[in-house]
């Protein structure tokens, strides 16, 4: 008999599997897989890439006839639907002849969603699934929330001060938040497949938009300024900083080919995109332009114009906001969310409630989760 702690190893093992799939596997899920026999690893695998092996079936294929009678971690329910590229899961699990399967959360696509835990069953497999499946859901909340939204998943991240500013009246914005906070802020970019920022904080903080975690090779997101008439400087050290994921400017049909000329001669990928009202990118393009690219999950950091586009087009799943112990004060400076006020308090948006408090050395972080989609840890 498996005890709990086996379970939480093994499926540990197949997450961390999963991950290697990162910077090839999409827009397909990361999977791992792990086949345990008698307390012994016989077999392991991760799906590398869209049109190869699935996970289950490069783990079972290593483990061969130790698979009969053996237990299969996986951290994403196995699939049972045809018609692509490579055989079910389930199919190849019931002939490998695996009897119990440890899963941790159910597959968001809707061809698959609880049928391939109805196949095993019906077929005498024992499974057990929801162990660790907030770990599996971060994995591919990208994943899911392309095939539940049809978007990548956003999250917009910010520092403000106490009284919800993010810049005092001439720009003027760093640092608001402390070291431990522009830490996390690394761990965050790392996390996501692609940075946006607007060009007003391009200019303003002329940032790099790098993962800075300390480790030898961190993920490195695309780098996006959404720039509606072309007014980033090849100057800029998004150009100039080594190692950095590619950069991509966004710009409206308004733009110059001259300035679009002289920001591809410095390795920019400029793409021209419809703007929804002058000087504002249609955002619904750029996540489509975005998840073709195999970026599934968006970082939004500002500025306030942004934040607020975003927000108003209900493209946003999750915000992560650092509190500053700071005042800055004035009508005049820059709030965190950009645009006009509703009305009246009714039409104001109104999130779900916190998901997260944390302290950051002198700092509060803030969390809310709006995500909608139906495919939550379960």
């Not at 402390?178 to 200019?203: C, F, K, M, Q, W």
């Not at 950095?244 to 001669?265: D, K, Q, T």
């Not at 650092?322 to 004060?329: E, H, M, R, S, T």
Request: hydrophobic share 40%; aromatic share 6%.
């Amino acid at each position: 008999m498996t005890s709990p702690a086996d379970d939480l190893r093994w499926l540990r093992r197949a997450l961390a599997l999963a991950w290697r799939g990162r910077d090839t596997v999409p827009p397909n899920p990361m999977v791992g897989a792990v086949v345990i026999r008698k307390g012994r690893l016989v077999g392991e695998g991760y799906h590398e890439k869209a049109g190869l092996d699935h996970a289950e079936v490069v783990a079972l294929r290593i483990a061969g006839e130790k698979a009969r009678g053996a237990t299969l971690y996986v951290n994403l329910e196995p699939c049972c639907h045809t018609g692509k590229r490579t055989p079910p899961c389930t199919e190849v699990i019931l002939k490998a002849g695996i009897s119990r399967v440890v899963l941790s959360m159910k597959d968001p696509n809707p061809k698959v969603y609880g049928e391939g835990i109805r196949t095993l069953r019906e077929n005498g497999i024992e499974v057990s699934s929801g162990l660790m499946s907030s770990e599996a859901f971060e994995q591919n909340r990208g994943f899911a929330s392309l095939i539940r939204q049809g978007r990548p998943f956003v999250t917009v991240k910010g520092a403000m001060s106490l009284d919800g500013k993010i810049a005092t009246a001439s720009g003027d914005s760093q640092w608001i938040s402390g070291e431990e906070s522009l830490r996390y802020a690394h761990r965050l970019r790392h996390s996501h497949d692609a940075i946006v920022v607007g060009i007003r904080t391009a200019l303003a903080d002329d940032p790099r938009l790098t993962t800075r975690t300390g480790k030898s090779h961190p993920h490195q997101p695309i780098r996006v300024v959404l720039d509606a008439v072309c007014r980033l400087s090849p100057s800029s050290r998004l150009f100039a900083e080594p190692g950095g994921g590619p950069v991509w400017v966004v710009v409206g049909p308004r733009s110059s080919r001259r300035s679009i000329e002289a920001l591809e001669h410095v390795g920019a990928n400029v793409r021209i995109l419809p703007e929804t009202v002058p000087g504002e990118i249609d955002l619904q393009k750029l996540l489509a332009e975005l998840a073709f690219a195999g970026a599934l999950t968006v970082l939004v950091e500002g500025g306030s114009r942004i934040n607020a586009s975003f927000l108003s087009a209900g493209f946003v799943d999750r915000i992560r906001v650092v509190l500053a112990p700071l005042l800055i004060g004035g009508t005049d400076a820059i709030g965190w969310i950009g645009g006009h006020s509703p009305e009246r308090l009714g039409d104001a948006l109104r999130l779900p409630g916190f998901s997260m408090f944390r302290r950051l050395g002198s700092d509060l972080l803030i969390g809310s989760d709006l995500w909608g989609g139906d495919t939550l840890p379960s």
